[in-house]
């Protein structure tokens, strides 16, 4: 087990909701990463979070948005759901070092989200 | 850039070897190795920081061509229990530190 907790483990909602995912980090660690897990993909890249600001987005649009608390804790946001967001929602903790990279990655064991 | 992971399926019988592949058109920083089985999240294995470096543990080792941005998963000896879907994850200079997962290649072991 990591010690990366997510909540809630699934979740349906309406096209056009809101919906936020809460990630807590394993001890020691100072960096969240989100993704996006659509069936029988690998996981993508959406933002990671390093000391309460985001230090790197991939190719999600403005609706997805993030949050880390002064404990590393996390959230998603995602404003004006699509069908389309559909899909398994990790966050990975790791730790952020001067020299500029991550170390390994634990997953909590991730957010099922359907919007129908 | 998503890398690219070869084979994207193998069946194995209890006992044999298997050696998947990760291929990236960009640079490196790190390979990052993970498996995950059908509705879990994906448990790190390893990750290769060096060019040229292998590492591994118990029948698990993997190994970083930095040259040519590839990296090796080598399972010998298979066991039941390595069944699931392996993911490489690629950190890169211009990632932003992301990780840039492969599609994955599932593994099955048989008895």
């Keep these: 087990e990591t010690g990366v907790t ?32 659509a069936l029988g993909q690998g996981p993508q890249f959406i933002f990671q979070y390093y000391r309460e600001e985001e230090n790197g987005r991939g190719n999600f649009p403005p609706r997805f948005s993030g949050l880390q608390f002064p404990n590393y804790s996390s959230e998603l946001n995602v404003n004006a759901l699509e069908l389309d967001d559909s899909a398994l929602y990790l966050c990975a903790s790791s730790f952020f070092g001067l020299q500029g990279m991550n170390t390994e990655a634990f997953f909590g064991q991730g957010t099922r989200l359907t919007v129908v | 850039q998503q890398p690219v992971q070869s084979p ?3 069946i194995l019988r209890e006992g044999e070897d298997a050696v998947i592949n990760c291929s990236s058109s960009k640079a490196l920083y790190s390979v990052h190795w993970y498996r995950q089985k059908h509705g879990e999240a994906p448990v790190f294995l390893m990750i290769l920081l060096k060019g ?7 029948k698990i080792s993997a190994s970083f061509n930095e040259k040519k941005q590839q990296s090796s998963l080598y399972l010998t000896a298979s066991q039941l229990s390595y069944s699931g879907t392996y993911f490489c994850g690629t950190e890169s200079k211009n990632s932003g530190y992301a990780l840039n997962f492969g599609k994955g290649t599932s593994l099955l072991v048989t008895p």
């Design chain 1, 6 to 37: 997510q909540s809630p483990t699934h979740l349906i909602k309406t096209r056009g909701q809101q919906v936020t995912l809460r990630c807590s980090s394993q001890s020691g660690h100072n960096t969240v990463s989100w993704y996006q897990q």
């Design chain 2, 8 to 10: 994207q399926a193998v």
């Design chain 2, 52 to 58: 040229g470096e292998q590492k591994g543990h118990e």
